[in-house]
């Protein structure tokens, strides 16, 4: 099973918000997930008010082989994260 990092959308119309999963990579955008890692709210005033991650799980999953989409990269490394895990993307 291939687990890939990933966002999954909670919010209301005209108001999103999404939750930073792990999930399995065939499973729909809103389908099952293993484990919530952290929230991004795109309408946040600051980069801490929008991306809310736990890092030292973000760290053991992509550790254990798993991939986080190209905005969850993203987010990730505007938070801190994704360079502080070594994960350079070649």
């Known amino acids: 099973m291939a687990t890939r990092i990933r966002l999954r959308r909670i919010g209301r119309r005209k108001l999103p918000l999404y939750r930073i999963v792990i999930a399995d990579q065939e499973a729909p955008r809103d389908g099952r997930f293993i484990e919530i890692i952290g929230t991004y709210n795109p309408?946040?005033?600051?980069?801490?008010n929008k991306v809310q991650v736990d890092a030292e799980k973000a760290r053991q999953w992509i550790a254990k082989g798993a991939t986080p989409s190209d905005t969850v990269q993203s987010l990730l490394k505007q938070a801190g994260?994704?360079?502080?895990?070594?994960?350079a993307k070649a």
């Open 81 to 87: 994260v994704f360079e502080a895990a070594g994960t």
């Open 43 to 48: 309408k946040g005033e600051t980069i801490a």
